[in-house]
T-cell receptor, first 113, second 116 residues
Framework: GDSVTQMEGPVTLSEEAFLTINCTYT??????LFWYVQYPGEGLQLLLK?????DKGSNKGFEATYRKETTSFHLEKGSVQVSDSAVYFC????????????FGKGTKLTVNP | DTAVSQTPKYLVTQMGNDKSIKCEQN?????MYWYKQDSKKFLKIMFS???????INETVPNRFSPKSPDKAHLNLHINSLELGDSAVYFC???????????????FGQGTRLTVV
């Protein structure tokens, strides 16, 4: 079935460092792709999304491009801040008849000052 | 004005007890979900309802029973709680229907259930 694979964490960076969190997917159809963020003690919030190939989602300095040829949706940010410390989840919308989000296992990011 | 609200936020209970978690959304969405997040942060869907109709039931033990009195509410009742039920349970909603695709889900703050 459809699935999402994220790079394993935890990831620890210094403030202003460049961030990449890899995400690849397996899907039989044409899913939409999402990045969600979970700050400590909170629920998930949508960070960005892309609904078709070559779309770029962006928000709060984060970007991800929907690459159909490599089945990837890597998350990037040019300069991370301490406030970006959180768990990041890549997800796809499964379109196999019943709609649901399929999540990757999450990547914990810690940014040190 | 919270969009998706769950109560309680924390729940500590003994094995064998029965407990309920309530969820309400004020977004006017048609679809609501329950997700379980384990200790390793892995998220897995449990149930989804569309307009009070059960759409997804993902191999969840019969001890878990969702109930949707109306499309703004989706409650989760758990019978005979076990140690392995300890997790964070998230409610979510989306405007997603069979005709509206590619929309995201909005999540509640989560309910941390601890079974002792």
């Amino acid at each position: 079935g459809d699935s999402v694979t994220q790079m394993e964490g935890p990831v620890t960076l210094s403030e202003e460092a460049f961030l990449t969190i890899n995400c690849t997917y397996t899907a039989t159809g044409y899913p939409s792709l999402f990045w969600y963020v979970q700050y400590p003690g909170e629920g998930l919030q949508l960070l960005l999304k892309a609904t078709k190939a070559d779309d770029k989602g962006s928000n709060k300095g984060f970007e991800a491009t929907y690459r159909k040829e490599t089945t990837s949706f890597h998350l990037e940010k040019g300069s991370v801040q301490v406030s970006d410390s959180a768990v990041y989840f890549c997800a796809l919308s499964w379109q196999g008849g019943s709609e649901k989000l399929v999540f990757g296992k999450g990547t914990k990011l810690t940014v040190n000052p | 004005d919270t969009a998706v609200s769950q109560t309680p936020k924390y729940l500590v209970t003994q094995m064998g007890n029965d407990k309920s978690i309530k969820c309400e959304q004020n977004l006017g969405h048609d679809t609501m979900y329950w997700y379980k997040q384990d200790s390793k942060k892995f998220l897995k869907i449990m149930f989804s309802y569309n307009n009070k109709e059960l759409i997804i039931n993902e191999t969840v033990p019969n001890r878990f029973s969702p109930k949707s009195p109306d499309k703004a509410h989706l409650n989760l009742h758990i019978n005979s709680l076990e140690l392995g039920d300890s997790a964070v349970y998230f409610c979510a909603s989306s405007p997603r229907t069979y005709r509206v695709l590619n929309t995201e889900a909005f999540f509640g703050q989560g309910t941390r259930l601890t079974v002792v």
